[in-house]
Nanobody, 119 residues
Framework: QVQLVESGGGLVQPGGSLRLACAASGSILSIYAMGWYRQAPGKQRELVARIISGGNTDYPDSVKGRFTISRDNARNMVFLQMNSLKPEDTAVYFC?????????????WGQGTQVTVSS
């Protein structure tokens, strides 16, 4: 029903920047929220950034001031600009979309993109 395709991960040195992108496609009637989560080895998946339909954003303290989430409503895309990256930001980053389709309203997940911060 809804497919998410992520891009932009990779290897970066501490202090560097990366920009992630996620494109949603399929039988989408509306999108209520878009966000990014991450999961490091041996840890639970955690919220990195979220933006709701009204434009309000939410960040945990660990990334506040360094990461910025934005969305392109016309293209059903969400972006995550990550600056001042730290080794502890290393994780697989997942795009999440809460969307309404003809069938129901559900959460959808991308396949994940690896972000590695290392010198």
């Amino acid at each position: 029903q809804v497919q998410l395709v992520e891009s932009g991960g990779g290897l970066v040195q501490p202090g560097g920047s990366l920009r992630l992108a996620c494109a949603a496609s399929g039988s989408i009637l509306s999108i209520y929220a878009m966000g990014w989560y991450r999961q490091a080895p041996g840890k639970q998946r955690e919220l990195v950034a979220r933006i709701i339909s009204g434009g309000n954003t939410d960040y945990p303290d660990s990334v506040k001031g360094r990461f910025t989430i934005s969305r392109d409503n016309a293209r059903n895309m969400v972006f995550l600009q990550m600056n001042s990256l730290k080794p502890e930001d290393t994780a697989v980053y997942f795009c999440n979309v809460r969307a309404r389709t003809y069938r129901d309203t559900s959460d959808y997940w991308g396949q994940g993109t690896q972000v590695t911060v290392s010198s």
